[in-house]
């Protein structure tokens, strides 16, 4: 072809030229890599910036190919990026707020952060490891995700389960009956606190519903101070709990004694200080041995740092211990307690 070129007269410098002046200038592929690799690195810039708190993070981004799925360009993804930094620099959130709130004061657009957006996906990302909230999928997961950072849907869909808390005319009246309260997140953070409880109180803390219908049942307005978080706890929970400890209010808490119950306790322990209410290695080992019919203990085991022995026994055992096959002793406890 280069001959036939030259020959002709059509291209007389020969091949290489004829296709220059077709299609313009050849780059070679290294130097197209290495611009390339330049234009990404340069994307990735504001990762920089991230404390230690994020650092792992900002490590793994750059090698797993998040951004690059997000944003198939460079020229895309430093604008990306760069909000998804600003976003994390801001977070947690205290008190808690929502989403489209935060990103219209952050990133000037309400719905910058709206579920499906690449930027959402980056974020909620970031949070995961900013929060060490743990994996999931679905919707309630990603709302519970985002709120463990203090961006919620909303202000009234956050929502905590109570019993015999006093401070506002409706708490007052259910306390009155001994009948359970659901606060939202609105009722916490806008007008008369919800959480007056005299200083030194004792607060029971507890993760199923069952038990908190329970003591209703069984004392009614008798029934000391109880707060259920119905699994992972909502921003709601913890606004709820960090007022009543802020108030004097000692918090005892006790879970499923299993994986999952572990990490939400954990989780809850990063937001507000609690002491174990029969959630100890001894308790458990007194709850394995009343299992009529053991239930294998399954998920990824961690750590349990109010009581390391409590890890331990949960690898020596293997057995799932739900709070409804103790129910009788949780109740026995709060029989002991003053209203």
């Not at 592929?29 to 990735?44: K, L, M, N, S």
């Not at 507890?206 to 038990?211: D, S, T, W, Y």
């Not at 992972?232 to 400890?245: C, E, K, N, V």
């Amino acid at each position: 072809m280069d001959a036939i070129l030259r020959r002709s007269g059509v291209s007389p410098e020969g091949l290489a030229a004829a296709v220059v002046a077709l299609t313009g200038a050849v780059p070679l592929r290294a130097e197209v890599r290495d611009a390339q690799d330049r234009a990404w690195e340069t994307a990735y810039h504001p990762l920089d910036t991230l404390d230690a708190e994020l650092g792992d993070w900002a490590v793994r981004v750059r090698k797993d190919g998040l951004v690059r799925r997000l944003a198939s360009t460079p020229a895309a993804a430093g604008p990306l990026v760069d909000a998804a930094v600003r976003v994390l620099c801001a977070l947690p959130v205290t008190p808690p707020t929502s989403r489209a709130t935060f990103a219209a004061r952050h990133l000037s657009h309400a719905h910058a952060l709206d579920e499906g957006t690449p930027l959402a996906a980056l974020v909620l990302s970031g949070i995961r490891a900013l929060t060490t909230f743990p994996d999931g999928t679905g919707a309630e997961w990603r709302r519970a995700a985002w709120a463990s950072a203090g961006l919620l849907k909303d202000d009234v869909s956050s929502t905590v389960l109570c019993l015999n808390l006093r401070g506002t005319p409706a708490l007052d009246w259910m306390a009155d009956v001994g009948e359970p309260a659901v606060l939202t997140l609105r009722a916490l953070t806008r007008g008369p606190s919800a959480s007056v409880v005299p200083a030194g109180r004792t607060v029971h803390v507890c993760e199923n519903p069952a038990v908190l219908s329970a003591a209703a049942d069984r004392f009614g307005r008798a029934c000391p101070p109880l707060v259920c978080l119905q699994g992972q706890p909502s921003a709601a929970a913890l606004t709820l709990l960090r007022a009543l400890s802020a108030q004097g209010a000692e918090l005892r808490y006790h879970g499923d004694f299993d994986w999952g119950g572990v990490r939400i306790a954990t989780a809850l322990r990063r937001s507000v200080p609690w002491h174990p209410w029969r959630y100890t290695a001894t308790h458990y080992r007194v709850a394995v041995a009343g299992v009529a019919e053991p239930r294998e203990l399954s998920g990824t085991p961690t750590a349990t740092p109010w009581d390391p022995a409590l890890a331990e026994a949960f690898a020596e055992h293997r057995i799932r211990v739900e709070e409804e096959m103790v129910l009788d002793d949780l109740l026995s406890d709060l029989a002991g307690v003053p209203a």
